[in-house]
Every structure is written in C-alpha cells, then in structure tokens.
C-alpha cells in the first residue's frame, strides 16, 4: 500500500525555471515531510522539512508548499540550475517515542529531474 | 565530522549466498535504520534499531535480520539471496529513536547474480 504519492515521475525544466513537484499522503497521523535530493550512486540528502502546522517553509531556493486539508504538499525549486539536476523523494513520518519505535519514513516513488542549460 | 559509512560500497553475490553489510552512524546518533532502494523506487523501510533494540521492522521476510552494537554501529544481515534482492541497501542515522533529521550513507550496492 503506497502511502505516499508523487508526480511526476520526470521533470526537464530549462535554467532559471521554476520545477514543482507533488505529494499526496493518506496518513493524517503523519507529522513530518521531508524532502530529499538524491544523485547516482549516493544516498539520499535532506533538503528541507515541514510540519504540518505550517503552510510554507522556505530554505533558499527551496520551498515547501503544505496543504493539510487536501493532504498534499510540494517542493518548488527557484531560479533552477543544471546542479538541481537529480531525483527528488517526498516523504512522511509519524513520530512516536523512543519507547514506542517503528518510525519509519515513508517515501514517494521519485520524481527525476533534469535542468538544461 | 564522518557522515554515515558504510561498507561494502558495491557487492556481487550468488543466489542462495549470505551477506552481511555494516554501517557506522554519526557520532552521538543512537538510532539507525535501514532501508531498501529498488532501481527507479523510493527506498523502503527494513528496521530500525535504538539503543542496540530493534524498535521497528518493515514488511520484509525473515530471511533479513539486524542488529546494533554497544557503539551504535549496526549490520544488516540476509540469508538466502535472491535475485530480488539486489538494490542499494541504505543505513541512516539520527539522534534520537525518531528520524526528525535522518541522515543516509551513501549505500552498499547489492547484486545477486
């Protein structure tokens, strides 16, 4: 069962463009969405992070759009460059307590995006 | 400061082998999981391991076992190895049992041939 949905699965989007990419989750009991950049051969690399008691989140040219009631939320990528080129994960996690564990993080299928000069 | 290690970085194994791959945390992180990413998937959640505990696993069968040592290191272990195993096995590291800032290694390639 595949908790957390993400579109699209591909994105070319010339420089200085702007790439937005979509998540959708099931879970209400979700209470935090990270998003990770990921280049070949390396795992994957914490972007940026939301609660859902917030509606946008920015960290540089990287912002978190939240939307609780329609249980989405999406990253926007400003001013792209052909650096930026390389898969991107949405994911959630609920949080429990050290004694309750089995806090897993639940991620979406990929987006791979490419930025051309 | 290291980031998260792990070793092998690339490993071929046959069919029906057994395969032990290690990963050291981030200094004074206590938590580590581990997680398995298909070519062109998401990585999926395996266990997570807190104070040497295992506190959670994921849907994955028996032939895949785990554990963490006094100095928070840990080892993946799985026996029998199919073909659909192969896939990136990555290990991330955080400070408490929750994965707020889950740190990740850079994997171990996997390839059962």
């Known amino acids: 069962q595949q908790q957390v949905k993400q579109s699209p699965q591909s994105l070319i989007v010339q420089k200085g463009g702007i790439p937005i990419i979509n998540c959708a989750y099931e879970n209400t009991a979700f209470d935090y969405f990270p998003w990770y950049q990921q280049f070949p051969g390396k795992g994957p690399a914490l972007l940026i992070a939301i609660r859902p008691d917030v509606s946008e989140k920015k960290e540089g040219r990287f912002t978190i759009s939240f939307n609780k009631s329609a249980k989405q939320f999406s990253l926007h990528i400003m001013d792209s460059q052909p650096g930026d080129s390389a898969t991107y994960f949405c994911a959630a996690i609920k949080h429990g307590s050290p004694n309750f564990g089995n806090e897993k993080l639940t991620f979406g299928t990929g987006t791979r995006l490419t930025i051309i000069p | 400061d290291a980031g998260v290690t792990q070793s092998p970085t690339h490993l071929i194994k046959t069919r029906g082998q057994h395969v032990t791959l290690r990963c050291s945390p981030i200094?004074?992180?206590?938590?580590v999981s581990w997680y398995q990413q298909v070519l062109g998937q998401g990585p999926q959640f395996i266990f997570q391991y807190y104070e040497k505990e295992e506190r959670g696993r994921g849907n994955f069968p028996d032939r895949f076992s785990a554990r963490q040592f006094p100095n928070y290191s840990s080892e993946l272990n799985v026996n029998a190895l199919l073909l659909g195993d192969s896939a990136l096995y990555l290990c991330?590291?955080?400070?408490?049992?929750?994965?707020?800032?889950?740190?990740f290694g850079q994997g171990t390639r996997l390839t059962v041939v």
């Open positions: 991330a590291s955080s400070f408490l049992s929750v994965n707020t800032e889950a740190f």
């Open positions: 200094s004074g992180h206590k938590s």
